[in-house]
């Protein structure tokens, strides 16, 4: 069983940076693919970007390509969501997950998920 636990959500002005953490509860984090996701009021969840196991090779949202940059930290068990020129239509609840498969898997695929984050980014 994996825990994860998001942090670093907050209000920014559009334009504004903010870095979001996932700390892992899991000695086998490094074996764990992981990804950040995220969920505005009245939508559905949507896939914002994920780190290989190796943290190698990433995969961005179209919506956040160029703008966020995942990242992690084997050795602390933590992986970043770096977001940078935020905008009002990034704001959102952020989630963090876990899954077995690679990057390229479905949200469904993802087996262990976080509480969630707050961001929110005002115009």
């Known amino acids: 069983q994996v825990q994860l636990v998001e942090s670093g959500g907050g209000l920014v002005q559009a334009g504004g940076s903010l870095r979001v953490s996932c700390e892992a509860s899991e000695r086998t984090f490094s074996s764990y693919t992981m990804g950040w996701f995220r969920q505005a009021p009245g939508k559905e969840r949507e896939f914002a970007a994920a780190i290989s196991t190796t943290g ?7 919506s956040v390509k160029g703008r966020f940059t995942i990242s992690r930290d084997t050795a602390k068990k933590v992986v970043y969501l770096q977001m940078n020129s935020l905008k009002p239509e990034d704001t959102a609840v952020y989630y963090c997950a876990a899954t077995r498969k690679s990057i390229y898997g479905s949200d469904y695929e993802y087996d262990y998920w976080g509480q969630g984050t707050q961001v929110t980014v005002s115009s």
């Open 56 to 62: 190698y090779r990433q995969r961005y949202a179209d």
